[in-house]
Every structure is written in structure tokens, then in C-alpha cells.
């Protein structure tokens, strides 16, 4: 039988105390926007809140033939972890939290990494003139909503490219929204550029930018996270931050093992931050709590041993004493839902506009590719992409793809392929699967070259002029267009297609002209 023997924390290994500072640091006395972050407790009530004693937790199971007692609901395979760490979030004591904003940002300021959008955030910002703060305000806004989901590395050409383009947010106003997709390609998570540019437009409606994070929270796309980020940055509120980084490095600190997705532990993540951010450089802090996420106290190698804050930190401590404790092993791995398979026939149309005379010839009049604007809601909404049909993982033969890619273009360009167009080739190029965050994209290519029975001019008649579902462009257009990274690597294969098979394309032999006309 089993014996489930229940211990303090305490009992199983030491953890070292925490060292006291000779010099105190100012601590704030309340949470300025309760509103925004409903989970952050004002730090008056932090402070009278009784000490909680520590929870008794179950430990390893030990074996024993007198006991028939049921076991406790966590499982044996999780028991050692749950023995030495802990689902409760316990709060940062004013100790810690000194301890650990001054280490911090001693760190961040020696070993900061030197990023286009960083400038000193908190030092003397209250003295500069409005329009200083807006424009860092902007910056710090486009920085963050980058950074989302994304690698420092990859933004950081993008982020100079996009302040080149629109310094100031009334720049960012007056744009497009095909403008500002064709500077974002590439970026994936396309909804963040149409957020950006709403949020620009009304924020210059208003007339100012919000100095608060709860001002900020009102803006279209703007969330906690955002507000945060800028109202601490730009505007030296004492507000937190909590992102990825930061949930690590704060459930490694506190050797937190609850699920950081569920409700309850996000709110916790959120009250233990508010009690950490340093109330004379709120934005220096959050910016150093996040670099060590991103760079010392990494997913899968961090670095203790030159950690700032490795000495207040739980986990390591834990991992020191028992070899089967890690400290990767917080905060605890939650499983990503499957992504779904989605399957769909995508056909490259090239629109060659000749007389047979110039195809016999070789020489083109017009070459142009077609492609269509995608809805303005949903996945990838109103970006461009070659003609794309979902279909039925049962129904990807080549015979219904065509089929059912003819009905399309027939729908969208009143066109029929048949008695329209002389389809001059029409081949399959491969597949190619792209991954987005929750579907597995699985693209049948095909090519499919014609000439039109008229011209390229009467063909784009057939759409309305002001709400252009579809063009066409030139190779040489195409490079310059705001194209996603799955439509671009089909585009790249079709161009390997052609140059492996010379004799396809626009130059067209005398024996497919015949062909043709038959």
C-alpha cells in the first residue's frame, strides 16, 4: 500500500534569507490604477495583510503495507516537484522587494542590451516638453506591439525602418492601411499593424496622447500589457508590466508551480509585479525585469550563475539541494492545443497579354500576376495573396482543386478560364505547409499561364473601382508588396518552377500555338 506523508516546505530543503540593504528605497503606497489592474493590491493593504504561514503540501509517496487510505488528488509522478514548490503566489515582503529592484537595476544598468527605442525612460522625464514625451510615448508603443510574439533581432530592422517612414503619430495617422500592411510583411500577427494604425487615428482625433495606464486602455488594441509598457516608460507611472519574461522570472523567484494560463494565477502575476516595480524608475525596472526574462533567465539555459537576483531566487536555491528539482522546471509547462489541419488549392495565375505573332516571337506585351485581397475580418484580414480555395482533406485530388479554383475565378472575375482565356500551361508545382499559431496550412500549388481573348484594361472592368477585391502586378511589383511569409515562399517556389523548366513561361513554341487554336 500506499503512505502519503505530508511536510512543510521548510522541512525539505533550507532556503536562504533573503540579505537586508543598508540603503532603503522609497516604496509606493498604492496601486494609481485599480481599474486596470484589478489583481494589484495597494500596498498599504500588502503591508497589514498577516504573514501567511506556509501551506502544508503533499510529499513523496512512501511505501507502506498499514495504510488504505485514499491518496491525495495530485499525482505521484508530479509529488517531489509539488513537495519543494508551491501553487500559492506568497507576496513579496518589503525586504524582497528592495532587495531585488536594487540588484535589478544595477544590472540593467550595466548590461543593458543598447536597442534603437530605449533611451532613459525615467530620469528627468517629467521636466521635458510635451511633444518629447509624446514622440517617446509612440516609440515605446510601436517597440512593444513589435516586440509581441516576436524576436528582438527581427524587429529591430523593422522598428527603424516604420520610424523612418512614420516618425510621430500623426504620421502613423495619416497613412494606409495597405501602406502600413506592406510595412509590416514579414512581421507575422498582422492584426497588431491594423491595431496600431485605429489606435493612431483615434489618439490624434482626441488630440493627445494618454499619460495613463488607464487612459491608454481605452484606446482601439491597446491592452494591460501595452498600457503598462508605455505609461511606465514614457510617462514614469508606477504601474507593472507582465509578459512571458516576466511570469518566468517571477514564478522562478517564488518557485511558483500553479498554471500560469489560468485566471487566477494571471491575476497573481499581476499583483506580485505591482509589488516589485520600483517607484523611482517604474520604466527602468519593468525594462529590466523583462530583459532578464529575454536574456539571463532564459526558457531552457538560463544563467544563474551570473543572475543579479540568483540569491533571492527560490528555484535555484531548490535546484542546489535536490538534484530532481531544476529551475526550468518553472513556471510549469502547460501543453499548446493541437493545431488544426486546414488544407487549400492555391493557383499562381500569370496573365501574359500577346498577339500570336509576339508569342511566336517570344516577345511579351504585358505579363502580369493576379491576386486577391482577403476578407477585411478573420485570419490575414484584407491582406493580398494569390487565388486560394479551402477544401476537404478528402477532396485535395488535383481534378476537384481545379475544379473548384475554376469556380472561383470564375465568382470573383466573371471570368471563365475556357472560353475567356487560352490556357497556355497548367501544372502542379508541389506543396508547401505553413504553420500559423493554431492552424497547420497545408497549400496544394499549381501554375497556370494564359493569354486573354482581349486585353489586361477590359479585364479589370469586371470589378468595382472603389472596393478593388483583386489586381494584378508585375513580377518586379510584386517584391515591393506587402505579402505574408506563406505567400512569398509559394511565390519563390513558382520562380524555381520556371527556371527549371525554361520552356514554360511566355515563351511559347509554335507547336502550343497550334494546340491552342484547336
Known sequence: MVRWVNLQIGDLLPIPSTPLLA????????NPNPSIFPSISSMDSIANRPKRRNRRIEALAIASSDDDSDPPP?????????????????????????????SLLQWYDRHHRALPWRTESSKGQRGKKKDGVDERAYAVWVSEVMLQQTRVSVVVEYYNRWMEKWPTIRHLASASQEEVNEMWAGLGYYRRARFLLEGAKAIVKVGEFPRTALALHEVPGIGNYTAGAIASIAFNEVVPVVDGNVVRVISRLKAIS???????AVKGFWKLAGQLVDPSRPGDFNQALMELGATLCSKTSPGCSRCPVSNQCRAFSLSRGSEQVKVTDFPTKVLKAKPRNDFSAVCVVQIVEVSEKEMLSGTDKRNAFLLVKRPEEGLLAGLWEFPSVLLDEELTNVITRRAEMDKYLNKLLNLDVKRDCNVVSREDVGEHVHIFSHIRLRMFVELMILTTKGNLDKLSNNQEECTPQWKYVDENSISSIGLTSGVRKVFNMIK?????QPSQGTRTSRKKIKRLKS
Open 496 to 500: 524555381s518552377f520556371k527556371e527549371k
Open 23 to 30: 540603503a532603503k528605497l522609497p516604496i509606493s503606497n498604492s
Open 74 to 102: 495530485r499525482r505521484p509522478v508530479q509529488a517531489h516537484l509539488n513537495a519543494v514548490a508551491t501553487e500559492d503566489m506568497e507576496d513579496f515582503s518589503r525586504v524582497e522587494s528592495e532587495s531585488i529592484r536594487a
Open 258 to 264: 500553479a498554471n500560469p494560463k489560468r485566471s487566477a
